[in-house]
């Protein structure tokens, strides 16, 4: 019965082959991509936990020969075959050297993983921020995402601009995180190892892009219904583009005449009980802001594409794009929708 | 056909009226019936949380598929995971202990038999009632269903404001009653290794598969009473007003986690260590070699059991502790890494230098040891706490941990049932329908899970319902999938095989693997009594000394 020996080096090479693929830095890429693959980390911490990933991967690597080829070996060498006599092969009870060597090359390998995994830890953890750092606010809701800039006053959701970090000057981003309902976790693979945003306690993160691009991520801490659509979008850019994106963001909501009719039906009916528009009497904090609704790319949290078509199915009936989600159906009569959609559009 | 075979067997049983039968299994005490009904049952739990996990598949094999709702899969995949820990692992183990326990140090029977049989029927009734929510969940405010919030329930998804309607509450209280039967039977277990060894058994001459029961036992009863606290605790927060965890109001969410993993890690092992006791077994008796190293096999697992109660905030790392507390916790982990290291050496040991015979048990004992090599690995991975904020709730957790709960623990119970199916029914299991079981369940299982690590190292975190296109995840997913169909079939061939062979299987003799322990002494199956004349043992394979005058264990030991 060699084929279960056979397999174990099949299963083998397809780990290892698979291993090479994913860590080989062939493949590093220079700019994001929504494979958001951890190891090709785009910033300083994500950086920090690849290097000493592929040191554990190493050491597993080397582990998994070892023991799986002893293994392979022992399964194949000492197979019972027809012609073997029917005697029992000696009796062996144990060996304190043997036992000793197995004790004591694995205490050696702990502490060598130990040591350059506390190191990292605190590299990580232990980081100050720079004077000149970018301090966001991110509160985690039931299924978006909170971005707060207490320095700079703008509020927004579900997509973190920030500037990119190079070797000239260094401009990390510090995330304080927070949640309004449940706990959730911040995850955006390339940038930094995932940090729980935790109800009634207040978590510190912080990233490092190193290119400009779209990030992707997830929650990554089961939180209800739809744990699933709660998408995360960081959004890096070059240093004078988000001086451009901050100052855009500050500018008070557009109030373009055309539109005064949606704006009325807006204020009439219960949307600003949960959504905010900055500078008027919208001041709802359930929701999210939706100031510059039109300056970002998505709805419902990365659900689907931020479009003229999809943002009047999403007003008429969110249930139908992200069922569950806390926004409900306001009943609202064509006019009226074709209204507040109208007004929502000049949200730029 | 022989006379041993009528005893207890479902040929002699079935001769009985169906209620008289029924009645007996109702009003029984007897240690073995009451570990084959554990066995049964939690093989029952296996097939519906087994098809639940089969419908989560399907959903995720494609992307934005719409096969089942939200709801309905956050249902299914906290269903299944309660229900295979709670209500498969742990009374498929207690089957085992049960039914082995007693055999194995020559009594005849656990030394509380009314106790062994409250135990069962609380797990039982436990396990309905998780299931009864599907009906009644709604309660009275006609919200939710069956419980939705994940096994490990993280407050304060918990709370009233969150779970609306009584799922979690059935949730909590079914788990409270299962929880019961678990300590009652752990108690059982310890007093009977601890009173009602035979004559002349030592404890250092117990079969290893006693030692690790013995540990097992005395992991439950320190684990399960901390979850069973932090389970009032919610209780009261629901419906007394209290605020433990209730973040609203200045309770804490991660103290939660603090009381469900100080349960929670230690359960890991309260499930594998018992994979660990069958191989310690079947690996000797079909490599024709005493286990390697036996005190130090033993000293292994209680320094296992010890430090497992030291490592619960790995699954923390992700939640915002200083960098001195997931330091701690990063090396306890790892620690762990080096007496189940030596297990693995042992048993390498054991069967280097032997004469390894591929009976099924032995297939599925090979396949524990490569599958729980690399569970084992990937574990280290997770203990290197910055690595685990990448890997920590992504589905390279989810392969890690089925790695370790299918590869290493079912596969061993498989080993378990082939080897010991003998033993209970009198009959053998059939050899070739056995062995569609092992090669599909082997091909499914690692098509399945393998490509479950990439798809965690891709970004993709558990527990979501559905996935866009262009995350790169389609194709690992869409292999996940179609290795359920194999798991399936393989699933299938046992129960067929279990069914079969209980009538037509061929006669198995007391000895069919000519083993060492004091099992394979008596009758099978076993009478009530178990033994006309209680044992007497000089050494740990009493049944080795008494082929091999010539050569006796008990001169070596």
Redesign the interface.
Same mark, same amino acid.
């Given at each position: 019965?060699k084929t279960?020996s056979r397999?174990?080096i099949g299963?083998a090479s397809?780990?290892l082959i $698979?291993t090479t693929f994913?860590v080989s830095p062939g493949f590093a890429a220079d700019a994001p991509t929504?494979?958001?693959?951890?190891?090709r980390p785009l910033s300083t911490p994500?950086q920090?936990?690849h290097e000493?990933?592929l040191l554990?991967?190493a050491?597993?690597g080397g582990?998994?020969l070892v023991?799986?080829g002893?293994?392979a070996y022992?399964?194949v060498r000492?197979?019972?075959r027809p012609g073997?006599d029917e005697r029992?092969?000696?009796?062996?009870?144990?060996?304190n050297q043997?036992?000793f060597a197995?004790?004591v090359i694995?205490?050696v390998t702990?502490f060598v993983?130990?040591l $350059?995994? $506390?190191r990292?830890?605190?590299d990580?953890?232990?980081a100050a921020p720079p004077a000149d750092a970018l301090n966001v606010t991110v509160v985690g809701h039931?299924w978006w995402w909170e971005i707060r800039y207490p320095e700079l006053g703008i509020v927004t959701a579900n997509e973190l601009h920030v500037p990119v970090s190079d070797a000239g000057k260094r401009r990390p981003t510090f995330l304080k995180?927070e949640?309004a309902?449940?706990?959730h976790?911040f995850?955006v693979?390339q940038l930094?190892?995932?940090?729980?945003v935790?109800?009634?306690?207040r978590?510190?993160m912080w990233i490092e892009p190193i290119q400009p691009g779209t990030y992707?991520?997830?929650? *990554?801490?089961?939180?209800?219904?739809?744990? *699933?659509?709660m998408l995360l979008r960081v959004i890096v850019h070059p240093a004078e583009d988000f001086d451009k994106w901050t100052t855009a963001q500050r500018q008070p909501p557009v109030d373009d005449p055309q539109a005064r009719a949606g704006r009325d039906v807006f204020f009439a009916t219960a949307c600003i009980n949960c959504h905010a528009i900055r500078g008027t009497k919208a001041m709802g904090t359930f929701g999210p802001d939706l100031t510059h609704l039109m300056s970002r790319e998505t709805l419902g949290a990365?659900t689907v594409p931020n479009t003229a078509e999809k943002l009047r199915t999403w007003v008429r009936d969110p249930q139908t794009i992200k069922?569950?989600c806390n926004m409900p159906n306001m009943q609202l009569t064509d006019d009226e929708l074709n209204q507040i959609v109208a007004y929502l559009l000049t949200l730029k | 056909m022989a006379t041993h075979d009528l005893a207890l067997s479902p040929a002699a049983a079935t001769s009985l009226p169906f209620t008289a039968r029924l009645h007996e299994l109702v009003v029984t005490v007897d240690h073995k019936k009451l570990g084959l009904m554990y066995i049964g049952a939690g093989l029952v739990f296996f097939v519906v949380a087994g098809s639940m996990a089969s419908l989560i598949r399907m959903q995720l094999a494609l992307p934005n598929n719409d096969f089942i709702?939200?709801?309905t899969f +956050?249902r299914f995949f906290t269903m299944h995971g309660t229900a295979m820990v709670f209500l498969v692992g742990m009374p498929i183990i207690a089957g085992l202990m049960n039914y082995l326990v007693p055999l194995m140090i020559g009594a005849r029977d656990m030394a509380f038999p009314r106790l062994n049989a409250f135990g069962f029927w609380m797990f039982l009734f436990g396990g309905l009632l998780l299931y009864f929510s599907y009906l009644a969940g709604p309660g009275l405010s006609g919200a939710g269903s069956a419980p939705?919030v994940?096994w490990f329930a993280?407050?304060?998804?918990t709370g009233r404001?969150?779970s609306r309607g009584s799922s979690t509450d059935y949730w909590i209280l079914s788990l409270l009653v299962s929880s019961v039967g678990s300590i009652v039977s752990a108690i059982n277990v310890i007093a009977t290794v601890v009173c009602l060894r035979c004559k002349g058994m030592t404890l250092m001459r117990m079969p290893l598969f006693v030692w690790l029961m013995l540990v097992v036992a005395a992991m439950i009863i320190l684990a399960l009473p901390p979850l069973s606290a932090a389970q009032i605790m919610l209780l009261l927060d629901r419906f007394l007003g209290a605020r433990f965890f209730d973040?609203?109001a200045?309770?804490?969410?991660?103290l939660w986690q603090h009381f469900f993993w100080i349960f929670g890690h230690p359960e890991v092992y309260v499930l594998i260590i018992p994979g660990f006791a069958c191989a310690s077994e079947i690996i000797p008796v079909f490599?024709?070699?005493?286990i390697?190293?036996?005190?130090?096999m033993v000293g292994a697992t209680v320094t296992i059991a010890f430090i497992s109660f030291g490592v619960w905030a790995h699954h923390m790392f992700?939640?915002?502790m200083?960098?001195t507390t +997931?330091?701690f916790f990063?090396?306890s982990t790892? !620690?762990v890494?080096?007496p189940t290291? =030596?297990k693995?050496? +042992?048993w390498?040991?054991t069967?280097?230098?032997?004469? =390894?015979? %591929?009976e099924l048990p032995m !297939?599925f004992c090979?396949?524990f040891?490569?599958q729980f090599?690399?569970a084992g690995?990937?574990g280290?991975?997770l203990?290197?706490?910055? %690595?685990?904020?990448?890997?920590?709730?992504?589905y390279f957790v989810v392969a890690h941990f089925h790695y370790v709960l299918i590869g290493g623990l079912l596969f061993t119970i498989f080993a378990a049932i082939y080897y010991w199916y003998p033993k209970a029914m009198g009959r053998m299991l059939n050899k070739k329908l056995g062995l569609w079981h092992f090669w599909l369940f082997?091909i499914g299982f690692?098509l399945t899970f393998?490509p479950q690590?990439?798809s965690g190292?891709?970004?993709?975190?558990?527990? =979501?319902?559905?996935?866009?296109p262009?995350?790169?995840w389609e194709i690992y997913n869409m292999i996940s999938s179609i290795g359920v169909i194999f798991q399936a079939a393989g699933v299938l061939c046992l129960v067929a095989n279990l069914l079969w062979s209980a009538r037509r299987g061929k006669p198995a003799g007391d000895d069919p693997w000519d083993a060492w322990t004091l099992e394979w002494a008596t009758t099978s199956p076993p009478p009530d009594y178990n033994f006309e004349t209680l044992p007497e043992v000089r050494s740990r394979r009493p049944l080795w000394d008494l082929k091999?005058p010539e050569?006796p264990?008990w001169k070596?030991?």
């Open positions: 019965m279960s397999r174990a299963n397809f780990f $698979a994913l929504t494979v958001t693959n951890i190891f994500a920090a936990i000493v990933s554990v991967l050491i597993c582990i998994f023991v799986g002893l293994l022992t399964v000492f197979r019972h073997d029992e092969p000696p009796q062996i009870y144990g060996s043997l036992e197995w004790t694995p205490i702990v993983l130990f $350059a995994t $506390a990292t830890i605190y990580v953890q232990g039931q995180l949640s309902d449940v706990a976790s995850w693979p930094a190892g995932k940090t729980d935790i109800p009634n306690r978590n510190l992707v991520g997830n929650c *990554a801490e089961y939180c209800g219904t739809q744990h *699933a659509r990365g069922e569950g | 709702g939200p709801d +956050n939705d994940g993280y407050s304060p998804l404001a969150f973040t609203q200045g309770g804490s969410a991660v490599s024709r070699k005493p390697f190293g036996y005190p130090i992700a939640v915002g200083s960098a +997931n330091t990063a090396l790892m !620690l890494g080096v290291g =030596i693995i050496f +042992n390498l040991g069967m280097y230098g032997g004469q =390894i015979r %591929f !297939l090979i396949a040891l490569f090599l690399i690995l990937t280290i991975m203990a290197v706490a910055p %690595f685990d904020w990448q890997l920590s709730d992504s082997l690692h393998g690590h990439i190292i891709l970004g993709m975190p558990r527990r =979501i319902y559905t996935y866009d262009g995350r790169g091999h050569d264990d070596y030991e």
